[in-house]
């Protein structure tokens, strides 16, 4: 099927932003994807995964079924296609801090910020990440692509924590139960800041979790 084809029906305008030139059928088609995506945020968050239909995704997005199905084969699809955009944003954010030429608690305070920002951009939207974890507990194809970069970020901390206790930074600990504390304190942070944003009114909560567990498992030199 043809882009043009499939996305045929589409109440959009085929105009470009400018509106100085018509749309190409690879910008269409992009603008349809991105119509159907937001759509699905929309509806899988305010109505819930299972109880959306594809029907329903296309109402909202104002497109046909011939253009939904030319982009996802599935609604599982489209959720999938959700979820992998924001969780491969972390886990490059997460590696690049990890690769920094700092000591372990100094990189460990970097990585603190990224639970306020992600916390920042899960506000209002606590439905869908209570849905992406609802939905990883019974479909193997969601549960993979969620546990995956959690299972990295377990394994990065890890080697961050032996390289703290390398270099004298760290107290002697047990290095996978300590990245398991870190990923724990991090998505319970995320989770709590989306259900009650009060808590998390500064900005800066992240890195004093951060500084409260370092208090336990610094060798007390200095970061």
């Given at each position: ?7 045929a029906g589409v109440d959009a305008d085929t105009r ?127 549960w993979h692509v969620t546990v995956e970069p959690y ?73």
């Open positions: 099927m043809y882009a043009a084809d499939a996305d470009d932003r400018s509106g100085e030139r018509p749309m190409t059928n690879e910008e269409r088609s992009d603008a349809t994807r991105t119509r159907i995506l937001d759509a699905a945020i929309a509806r899988f968050t305010f109505e819930g995964y299972d109880a959306t239909s594809v029907a329903d995704v296309c109402h909202a997005a104002g497109v046909s079924k011939g253009a939904f199905y030319h982009h996802f084969d599935t609604k599982q699809e489209v959720f999938v296609a959700l979820l992998e955009p924001w969780l491969a944003e972390l886990d490059a954010a997460v590696t690049e801090v990890l690769a920094r030429e700092e000591s372990a608690p100094r990189r460990l305070i970097h990585l603190a910020t990224l639970v306020n920002r992600v916390t920042a951009e899960g506000r209002g939207r606590i439905p869908m990440f209570l849905e992406f974890w609802r939905q990883a507990a019974k479909d193997p194809s969601v299972r990295r970020f377990r394994a990065s901390f890890v080697r961050l924590v032996n390289e703290g206790v390398d270099e004298g930074s760290l107290r002697p600990v047990d290095p996978d139960l300590t990245a398991l504390v870190l990923v724990s304190l991090g998505v319970g942070l995320v989770l709590q800041g989306a259900l009650d944003p009060e808590c998390a009114a500064r900005g800066d909560l992240g890195e004093r979790a951060i500084a409260l567990l370092l208090d336990g498992i610094s060798s007390g030199g200095t970061p």
